[in-house]
């Protein structure tokens, strides 16, 4: 049963060891008599306190465990309590103490990466997450993180673009959190380099969550930041979970260390896809052929186990009823197979669809928000964002590779949303993309650039309907890829069996926190 939101603040402290009222939703002015903490940190005020931090044999760690480590298959369950043995670096003392050990799901073959500044803790996680659901990061109290990445939508908000702030409409549809810790860059356009820098994005721009305050006159302009902070340091409570988590009060810093602790926790793997792939991997273990190979059986395998099992998330994401489908089970497993390779050849999507989450990290232009064969300036992506002295020609354009798991539960797609079926975005790249000067080479059919230009040069007629850009009247003609109406249907029953389970509980449900040992109700 869902708790009350007045007992979410609550069980936020206690895991911090405290107990505490509910703050009000806009907290208080600051008061020096009940806290002592300037609104704008110093210097000082910036770096840990020792004596405020949680004393290390009760701190909890957060860490992963991945399937080619051992006892991830002794795991029972994604979010599990359990202990290990340390040594306080401060005193060489052996101790016992909590830890939690996070399964990451089957298909993500390595840990999210946790950068060593900021390691992930029980009361950096809840705190992070606490503040992930806060409104009080918006400067008029109506904007969250999940405001725009809702877990009940794919982590995104199920929008063409997102509205923020005074119902402000931003320009881009907003990319899901799941599995966005593996992201070598942050943003459709690649502008953060990391969650945490992710983090602090949204509370400074005016379209997302921030309205400045009223400004005197001749004054100096605002700062979101330092709005936030002061909001955050107005509430003792909130004082002093970040006390615990960090050694300080609120900072900017340790806001954002928090959230993105909480994002790398996001994850979605354990599709159908990534079962019949453990299946055939367990099938040439048997048969000792050495010969790695997924094939229609191995699919038929996986969906006879989802049948039996009744899993019907994986199932009802195949458009099978667990009931009354067992039987299409080859049939499925064998679409399923030509839907993966069609991926891998003559659809080309693993030209930037590849790893575990099946995106290359890479910006690519797709011809996305072209106009009569031109990209207004709002639409300059990767290039945009690249720093003056490194701008790159070849980037204008181009934005980010998105990952290809949970797919059905982030709707609409692209960076602008436009597509809002998988089946229209197949549409999309069976034409090509958009010709525009600037459309990746990977959309493009060079041969036939090639011969247009011999063509051109010799003298012969050339198509009059190839757009051609530029002095030099460059041609660009995107690749055709002549799918099937049969094999672009295969090709989006692939991608669905991506679609994974969905997030934790433990993680997605906003009133449902571990205690302060890590254990997480059930």
Known sequence: ?????????????????LSFAQPTAVPPLVNPATNPHPAKPSTVELLPNEALLTPFKDVVPVTFVTKNQPGWAALPQYWNDATEEAIDPATG?????????????????????????????????????????HTGLSSDNSVSCSS?????????????????????LGGVNSPTVVNSAYNRLQFWDGRAASLEEQAQGPVGNPKEMFGPAARAAGGPEPDAWEEAVERLRASPEWVRAFERAFGTAPTRDSAAKAIAAFERTVLVGNALHDKAEARMRKRVADEETGKFEL???????????????????????????????????G??????????TLLFGKARCTNCHVGDTYSDGGFHNLGVGVVNGELPRAEFGRYAALPTGHKDANLVGAFKTPGLRALLSSAPYMHSGDETTLEQVIDFYNRGGN???????????????????????????????????????????????????????????????????PVDPVVADPTRFPDATGRASR
């Open 435 to 501: 010709a525009n000067p600037f459309l990746s080479e990977k959309m493009r059919d060079t041969a036939a650039e090639a011969a247009y230009l011999k063509a051109r040069a010799a003298g012969q007629p050339v198509d009059p309907a190839v757009a051609t850009f530029g002095p030099s009247r460059k041609p660009i003609i995107p690749l055709k890829l002549n799918l099937t109406d049969a094999e672009k249907a295969d090709l989006v029953l692939f991608l669905k069996a991506l679609q994974g389970d």
């Open 331 to 340: 049939e499925v497993g064998g679409r399923l197979l030509n839907g993966r």
């Open 295 to 329: 094939t229609a059986a191995d699919y038929e395998a996986a969906l006879k186990d989802a049948f039996a099992a009744k899993d019907a998330n994986a199932l009802a994401a195949l458009g099978l009823d667990p009931e009354r489908d067992a039987a299409k089970a």
């Open 148 to 168: 725009c990445h809702q877990p009940g939508k794919g982590w995104s908000d199920g929008a063409r673009t997102s509205s923020g702030i005074r119902g402000m």
């Open 93 to 133: 003392e052996k101790l016992t103490r909590k830890v939690v050990k996070i399964k990451v799901p089957l298909g993500l073959t390595a840990a999210p990466p946790v950068p060593a500044e900021n390691p992930i803790t029980l009361a950096k996680w809840s705190l992070g997450k606490q503040l992930y659901f």
């Open 1 to 17: 049963m869902p708790r009350p939101r007045a007992a979410v603040a609550a069980v936020l402290l206690a895991v911090a060891g």
